[in-house]
């Protein structure tokens, strides 16, 4: 009876968040581009990443004072909103004292009639009571409707003030995004051009690789995860001396060389001349 071989799949191992060049070392060459060919694709990667940032750089403030300035118009716009609400709600407590006061009138008128039919005192002085009481309450809501005009009149002169502080941001706000957009326009074929060639060269590369290339960029503060040699002996990253054994390996370019003090790849010089 024929036996059948079952084939294993292999299962590839989860890439680490924490891994590092160093920890690639071991398996750097264990894909279909060889060393020197990965490490010419990282340089070139490395290249087209600076370029960008140098077009992401000439735009400078701008884009952040531009969201700025438009988030400030926003609250502005939103605060007068809330004071024309807050206006629109006393003129609404307005319009009910006004008809309170005419019930209230029309309450006393009724009271002053039956004045005019009393016979005794104690009935006409507790009519006059009521016509007391309806007065008081009348001056209260004559007063609450004097307070609240007076509320209106305070929070149309902010609004007033907050509409003028407007005109002011939005001049200044349509003139950096005009500024804005004469550098992206400027920019932006170039920056599609260098956006279309680093995805290539990332395709190049495996997940490992590419995953340490961007953690290194972003931990270091020039932004640059592959260095030359600089000085003649000196990583190109943190200026830290290369020994001479090291030296020899970038120069080979079939090692993969890490600074031992910052991480960072190092190539030969030769990348650069290319």
């Given at each position: 009876m024929a036996t059948t071989t079952k084939k294993t799949k292999k299962i590839a191992t989860p890439i680490d968040q924490r891994e590092t060049f160093v920890s690639l070392q071991k398996t750097f060459a264990d894909s279909e581009s060889n060393t020197e060919e990965k490490l010419k694709i990282l340089y070139d990667l490395q290249n087209a990443d600076n370029a960008i940032e140098k077009l992401v750089q000439l735009r400078g403030e701008l884009p952040a004072e531009v969201a700025s300035l438009e988030a400030e118009v926003g609250s502005c716009n939103a605060r007068i909103e809330s004071l024309e609400q807050i206006i629109a709600q006393y003129n609404e407590n307005i319009a009910a004292m006004?008809?309170?006061?005419v019930s209230l009138d029309a309450e006393a008128q009724k009271y002053q009639k039956q004045l005019?039919?009393?016979?005794?005192?104690?009935?006409f002085d507790s009519i006059n009571k009521e016509l007391e009481n309806l007065a008081i309450l009348r001056k209260i809501d004559e007063k609450k409707i004097g307070e609240s005009r007076e509320a209106i009149t305070e929070n149309k002169n902010t609004i007033q003030r907050v509409g003028e502080k407007i005109d002011v941001l939005k001049i200044d706000l349509e003139a950096k995004q005009e500024e804005l957009a004469r550098i992206v326009e400027s920019t932006t074929k170039e920056e599609k051009a260098l956006l279309k060639t680093r995805d290539e060269l990332a395709a190049k590369l495996d997940e490992r690789t590419l995953s340490a290339y961007n953690r290194i960029r972003e931990s270091v503060h020039n932004h640059l995860a592959v260095v030359t040699v600089?000085?003649?002996?000196?990583?190109?990253?943190?200026?830290?001396t290369i020994t001479p054994q090291r030296l020899i390996d970038v120069a080979s370019g079939k090692k993969l060389v890490i600074c031992e003090h910052c991480g960072r790849i190092i190539v030969a010089n030769s990348y650069s001349e290319e």
């Open positions: 006004n008809e309170d006061i005019e039919k009393i016979s005794n005192s104690r009935e600089f000085n003649g002996d000196s990583c190109g990253g943190c200026f830290n």
